[in-house]
């Protein structure tokens, strides 16, 4: 029977692994070690453990489902979230009770208003039309952008004017 709990620190080095395993093999081909995972699972485990919830099945860990608060203009929003099913247990409502506990935790300790997100989609569409079912929309005048930011210290020790 799968359970939801709060995550534990001893939980991030499986939770690592699985990570590492699905974004590696995803559409995404990132290339996680179970080092670089387990260090960004920690950051949230540090920074906000009182939302980062687990899913276990006979105690064994098998997914999870992490975020910040923010404070922003229209109230507090959950940003830069993580959530990730072992593959063996996807397509089965377990994300769904990882997000619906972690939502309610958020409002009901955080007053949450709203979840701020990127993501991406497989040739199935899976996940951002999972996303589009539960009412997110795609803003078009934003973007996800990043940059080496040596490039970028680069350009600006080039093109800042001195007074």
């Known amino acids: 029977m799968i359970k939801l709990r709060l995550a534990k620190q001893e939980d991030l080095k499986p939770l690592a692994e699985i990570y590492k395993d699905l974004y590696g093999s995803s559409i995404l081909n990132e290339n996680w070690s179970t080092e670089t995972a387990y ?59 990882l997000f619906k506990e972690h939502f309610k935790i958020a409002m009901e300790k955080h007053d949450v208003k709203i979840i701020e997100a990127h993501t991406y989609q497989e040739e199935d569409g899976y996940p951002l039309n999972w996303y589009k079912k539960q009412g997110y929309e795609v803003i078009d005048d934003w973007y996800v952008i990043n940059g080496n930011i040596k490039d970028a210290y680069n350009y600006f020790d080039k093109n800042i004017k001195e007074d």
């Open 39 to 97: 260090n960004m699972l920690n950051f949230f485990y540090t920074l906000q453990s009182d939302i980062f919830i687990v899913a276990v099945d006979n105690e064994k860990v098998i997914g999870a489902v992490a975020s910040l608060v923010k404070p922003w203009h229209d109230g507090n929003r959950l940003i830069e979230t993580e959530i990730f099913v072992d593959k063996d247990y996807q397509h089965k409502g377990i994300g769904s009770k």
